[in-house]
């Protein structure tokens, strides 16, 4: 795989010109949960890059266990232009919405998950969110945002689409300054005078920093596994893209861990010819997880590591499992060279613990993972009734009932749109999925 370094500024002229998508649809999903206080911002943000042709569709996927992030999302929606003109068009024409909000605990998807179905009370995993919304876009292209981004920018969009004007990229991943590439950490460090050891900047990073690089280094150069991955930036990002078939041919981990899971899979299946793009998308401001949050953020990409592993080399698998240290040590070893705060030497420790407990006890077995969409025989035997299902989905929260025949006021532009209609006629096809 080669793997193209690039920033946001290298695709900046997709602000004033339209993207070459190759004829391509670009779907822009939204994986949220309670970011009801920033959801909002997106569509006025991305409002240009939708005008433009940039994006043909936005899908929130929310894992909320309560409707306030869609009801911001919608709310938003309706009232920015174009996002509430394409509304209103796909509520009088009675079946597209290029807009939809899905949740994953709505019990009319619950069948896509297999016996993973989120249940309310537990945490459903970013995953699982990002698996609904692979299953109701409809984009040849797919890509994914967080959705708790306080400084949202067009950059952030345009810089992961942009890629995908050459044919030849298979993925466009996010890099974050500061976040993923902790040599920019340091750098400011030292730029304010101070003790590198003491700068809590360095904590934004700690997980790419002090456990997903040195493991990406491990696959990659000691144990061969995964040739090439060591390559790229910032292992964990909030931001990727790759065509829909991509997506649908991957394993999807439910927690934390699939953004080395995606890479892992990506650079077995391209190792040649295909190109990846690493794309700086500069400072971006979302609140940090709590030293809690880390350590259960780095348990889980440690049993996700473990579980590829496993499927790569059973026999190796079996060696690391009778012998966990043989395997602890190899990643104290690459980790030292990132050690730089305080805490780091620590974390490396406990994490080496986790490790090795994860490897006596067969944890890496048991890591929830969806199967691939498109070896999910209810998916492949329901795609268009799930479309349709979140496009009712939709319908309902922008209606606020189910029944048809019912007044409408949405927001429009009185340039592109001479009129509402008082009565909007919608007749949704599927109640459920039992049938």
Known sequence: MIIEKRTHEDFKDL?????????????????????EKTIGNYFPTFANLMRMGCIDEVVIADSSDNSKTIDAAIDAAMNTHPFSNIIYRASNNGRVFPVKAVNVFDKRFAKLFNDHKPELGKLPGKGTAMYLGMAVATGDILLFLDADFQNI?????????????????????????????YEEVIDMCKQNNQDLASCDLLLKSVNSRTLAKPMMNILDEELKLFPGIKNFNGPLSGGCGAPKEVW?????????????????????MFPNGRYAYD??????????????????????????????????????????????VQLTNMYLEHAKK???????????????????????????????????????????????KIIDLANQAMYEKVHKQTTPNISVKINFNPILDKQIPAMIQ?????GNMNN
């Open 279 to 324: 794309v700086n998308l500069g400072e971006v401001i979302q609140e940090s997880q709590d030293a809690e949050g880390r350590v259960r953020m780095g348990e889980n990409i440690i049993n996700t590591i473990l579980h590829h592993i496993k499927m790569e080399s059973p026999k190796l698998y079996r060696e690391f499992s009778q012998n966990p």
């Open 338 to 384: 990132y050690a730089t705060h305080h805490t780091d030497t620590e974390r490396m420790n406990l994490y080496a613990n986790i490790m090795n407990d994860a490897l006596i006890q067969g944890e890496a077995i048991n890591t929830p993972i969806l199967p691939a969409l498109n070896n999910n025989s209810f998916y492949l035997s329901k795609k268009q």
């Open 153 to 181: 920018d067009p950059r952030f969009l345009y810089g992961l689409a942009g890629p995908f004007e050459d044919r030849r990229t298979i993925l466009s991943k996010a890099t974050f300054k500061l976040e993923d590439t």
């Open 426 to 430: 919608y007749t949704p096809i599927y």
């Open 15 to 35: 602000e004033d010109r339209p993207l070459d998508k190759k004829g391509r649809k670009i779907s822009l999903i939204l994986p949220a949960r309670h970011e």
């Open 248 to 268: 649908q041919s991957l394993m999807i981990p439910i927690h934390y861990g699939i953004e080395v899971s995606y890479l892992m899979q990506l650079v077995k």
